[in-house]
């Protein structure tokens, strides 16, 4: 196995694409158990609130999961476009700015020109990349998504088939979804360097304004 690929196995998903997928399922399942009436809301009302939850998530799985393999595929063509502009240009000012556009803006302000023209000299140097197509890596990558989307609908439900009264299931389920939301805003902090305690706070809030908006808007 070459380098690259083990690269690729290794960063399946970023921590941020995990607990984004992970948000994304928790406020769709949300928007289905906050939407239950304690005061009249019976067996059946339940049982169809548990199953629309659980559908929808599978289906947004599904969707989420595609759209990954779009995006890599898309990634891939993008790449390809650069290396030839690159190829293509005969002014080397043009070409180190080219480079510069794909790299983070931290590190391309610590490259000197001189850098960036070494940089420029080897890619032109470099055979043509094959055509961007789909690999085994991406299909996994895929199936985590739509399996992450699809198993956070669950620690939401679950309280609906243990407990056989809505208003303490309802009360538990709100309550693991909080906590649920304060750990993805807590390893969100840890993650992008802010302070984890606050960044839990406010995506305790986010996330509840996200559903109360989803609801509003009639999702």
Same mark, same amino acid.
């Given at each position: 196995?070459? =380098? &690259? ?11 941020? =694409? ?23 809301? $019976? ?8 199953? +629309?939850?659980? $559908?929808? &998530? ?12 779009? &995006?890599?595929? %898309? =990634?891939? +063509?993008?790449?390809?476009? %650069?290396? =030839? ?55 996994? +990558? ?10 956070? %609908? ?9 407990? $056989? ?8 389920? &709100? ?31 986010? +996330? ?12």
């Amino acid at each position: 196995m070459s =380098e &690259n690929e083990k690269t690729e196995r290794s960063r399946i998903l970023s921590p941020l =694409e995990r607990i984004s997928e992970i948000l994304f399922g928790l406020i769709m399942a949300l928007t289905f158990t906050g939407a239950l009436s304690a005061a009249t809301a $019976g067996h059946e009302e339940v049982r169809t609130m548990i199953f +629309g939850a659980i $559908g929808c &998530n599978l289906a947004w799985g599904l969707v989420d999961g595609v759209m990954y393999l779009l &995006n890599a595929l %898309t =990634e891939r +063509g993008l790449a390809i476009r %650069t290396f =030839e502009r690159l190829r293509r240009t005969r002014d080397p000012a043009e070409g180190q700015a080219i480079i510069a556009d794909t790299l983070p803006p931290v590190v391309a302000s610590f490259l000197s020109p001189a850098e960036l023209e070494s940089m420029r000299q080897k890619i032109v140097r470099l055979p043509p990349p094959p055509r961007p197509r789909l690999r085994p890596p991406d299909y996994l +990558g895929a199936l985590v998504v739509m399996v992450i989307v699809f198993l956070s %609908t669950f620690p939401l439900v679950i309280p609906f088939l243990v407990v $056989g009264e809505t208003l303490r299931a309802m009360r538990l389920s &709100n309550a693991i979804a909080l906590v649920m939301l304060a750990i993805l805003g807590y390893r969100l902090g840890r993650y992008g360097g802010y302070q984890p305690i606050l960044t839990a706070l406010s995506m305790v809030g986010i +996330g509840v304004s996200l559903v109360l908006i989803t609801m509003a808007l009639g999702g």
